[in-house]
């Protein structure tokens, strides 16, 4: 009994000490800016800053650029100049020490990851519907990729999710590129995704045990 009355106490103190960081975190400034930080995180410094608002830039820049090159029509440039700005964008961003630090604050659960995680299914379906003349093969084959090596980082500790995240994500690059075949004008978007999503996103810094 005693021993159990132990455990309840050293939980309960577990979940105070959360409780408490958690209400230390930094918070989203109020107004415009709150968006701001709501997306890469309170706090970002100003190089931090210059650095995802110039990856996000020349992501979309170049994506257009090379659509233009295959000739793509102007609404299938701007969607694509869209992706690389979010993806590439999203995979700097990701990498940035004050991301990292809001994306996996005290408190953060399984669930806040997912439900990050899952709107880029919309920019697979994209890819696949308006890039590859409606492969929803490819589709399913890269998205239960990225949900199968999501799940495995996530449910490692955390001190294995960094080189866990650049295995799979190595592994998900071959099996892409050697049995689906890169997308023309796309061919950086997969390799992106993978870098925001499983490397960037779910990799804690490099302190956090």
Not at 45 to 69: C, F, M
Not at 71 to 97: E, F, K, M, R, Y
Not at 122 to 146: I, K, N
């Amino acid at each position: 009994m005693r021993e159990r009355a132990i455990e309840r106490s050293v939980d309960g103190g577990a979940r105070v000490v959360a409780e408490v960081q958690s209400d230390m975190s930094p918070r989203p400034r109020p107004g415009p800016l709150g968006l701001w930080d709501s997306l890469v995180g309170p706090g970002a410094t100003s190089g931090e800053n210059t650095l995802v608002v110039a990856a996000s830039l020349v992501g979309a820049a170049g994506a257009a650029l090379v659509l233009v090159h295959h000739g793509a029509s102007g609404w299938l440039v701007a969607i694509g100049a869209a992706l690389g700005l979010d993806i590439i964008g999203g995979a700097v961003a990701n990498a940035t020490c004050t991301t990292k630090r809001w994306y996996h604050r005290p408190g953060t659960r399984t669930r806040r990851h997912v439900l990050f995680l899952l709107p880029h299914a919309g920019h697979v379906a994209l890819e696949a519907w308006l890039f590859r003349d409606g492969d929803w093969g490819y589709f399913a084959a890269v998205g239960c990729g990225v949900a199968v090596a999501a799940a495995i980082v996530m449910a490692c500790p955390n001190r294995l999710k960094r080189p866990m995240a650049i295995g799979l994500s190595l592994a998900a690059m071959g099996g892409w590129y050697y049995a689906l075949g890169p997308t023309p004008a796309l061919e950086w978007f997969v390799p992106a995704l993978l870098l925001k999503l499983i490397v960037g996103h779910l990799v804690p810094e490099a302190d956090a045990r």
